[in-house]
């Protein structure tokens, strides 16, 4: 599953050992903190996801039911104050609109 949030980009997906736990992967650390402040935060530098955590279902379920009483915007883009993030999800929006027609 590949979450967008107007502060960073995140990969979830069912961790390989541990079968009630997700593990959470970012490009960047910052997003990883932000979310998971008392979570130790993994470092692979040869992977395609640099940095990840893990969870269970139960709490970043709960991650996710925040983030979505939290929206204040009336346009997602333009709540990204990351200038990169943003630009990702620009290029995301365009090939999204050319998969539409």
């Known amino acids: 599953m590949w979450i967008c949030f107007n502060d960073g980009f995140v990969s979830v997906v069912k961790d390989k ?3 009630d736990e997700l593990v959470i992967r970012s490009r960047r650390k910052e997003i990883l903190e932000k979310l ?3 979570n130790k935060i993994t470092t ?3 992977s395609d ?3 990840r955590t893990y969870c269970s279902k ?3 379920s709960k991650i996710l039911v925040d983030r ?3 929206i204040g915007y009336t346009n997602f883009k333009d709540s990204t104050t990351d200038h990169d993030l943003h630009e990702l999800y620009a290029d995301m929006w365009t090939l999204h609109y050319q998969y539409q027609k």
């Open 44 to 46: 692979l530098m040869v």
């Open 58 to 60: 139960e709490n970043w």
């Open 36 to 38: 998971f402040p008392d």
């Open 17 to 19: 050992l541990n079968i």
């Open 49 to 51: 996801y640099k940095y």
């Open 68 to 70: 979505v009483s939290d």
